[in-house]
């Protein structure tokens, strides 16, 4: 089976331009996690979907941030402006979430942005 | 609120032998989940095995285990047979039964020596 599939790899954009991520779950997981590494904040939940809805964005920088899941198979993460502090690994992870406490999340590869 | 904690920011092992990764956990929930995710130089997070707060067998997958000890609230990483492939960031990470995300560790940087 295929696992989470992220889109781009990498990204190199310049300070104010938009910039979208892509990720595709799991075929059949319920929940999709977007995740940012940096090296000073190390890993970090920016927002969770639970069935196709946003239950928790408490972890979104800012209002130049948005997420949207329009469909079980496809979300976006969307930076517009984006600023040099937005460089980091974004990873989208997936779970067949049952309401338990050990629902395994899978990541994808993660998108490396840097912003010029 | 949930905290990880991982003491070791580096460790080496010699190739073959066994190593244990260190990990403490703080929670209020009496129900939760620990992880434990490798991140190897390529980037990606593979997941490697995880424990449930109530299991009361450690958890076992390969040359992976999981020593679990909830009164000390550790959760430590057992690699057996070390190889080289093995080197690599590896995250701790929880999740109670409140919670839907994941809280990582700071991570440990292993390097296996030939």
């Known amino acids: 089976d295929a696992g989470v599939i992220q889109s781009p790899r990498h990204e190199v954009t310049e300070m104010g331009q938009e910039v979208t991520l892509r990720c595709k779950p799991i075929?059949?997981?319920?929940?999709l996690f977007w995740y940012r590494q940096t090296m000073m904040r190390g890993l970090e939940l920016l927002i969770y979907?639970?069935?196709?809805?946003?239950?928790?964005d408490s972890g979104m920088p800012e209002d130049r941030f948005s997420a949207k899941m329009p469909n079980a198979s496809f979300s976006t993460l969307k930076i517009q402006p984006s600023e040099p502090r937005d460089s980091a690994v974004y990873f989208c992870?997936?779970?067949?979430?049952?309401?338990?406490?050990?629902?395994?999340?899978?990541f994808g590869p993660g998108t490396r942005l840097t912003v010029l | 609120a949930q905290k990880i904690t991982q003491t070791q920011p580096g460790m080496f092992v010699q190739e073959k032998e066994a190593v244990t990764l260190d990990c403490t956990y703080d929670?209020?929930?009496?129900?939760?989940?620990l992880f434990w995710y490798k991140q190897p130089s390529s980037g990606e997070m593979i997941f490697l095995i995880y424990?449930?707060?109530?299991?009361?067998q450690n958890a076992t997958e390969g040359r992976y285990s999981l020593n679990f000890q909830k009164a000390r609230k550790s959760a430590n990483l057992v690699i057996s047979a070390s190889q080289l492939g093995d080197s690599a960031m590896y995250f701790c990470?929880?999740?109670?039964?409140?919670?839907?995300?994941?809280?990582f560790g700071s991570g440990t940087q292993l390097t296996v020596l030939p």
């Open positions: 992870a997936s779970s067949n979430d049952l309401g338990g406490f050990t629902d395994t999340q899978y």
């Open positions: 075929s059949g997981h319920n929940s």
């Open positions: 979907f639970n069935n196709n809805v946003p239950i928790d």
């Open positions: 929670t209020s929930d009496p129900s939760y989940g």
């Open positions: 424990q449930g707060s109530y299991d009361q």
């Open positions: 990470a929880t999740r109670s039964g409140s919670a839907r995300q994941l809280t």
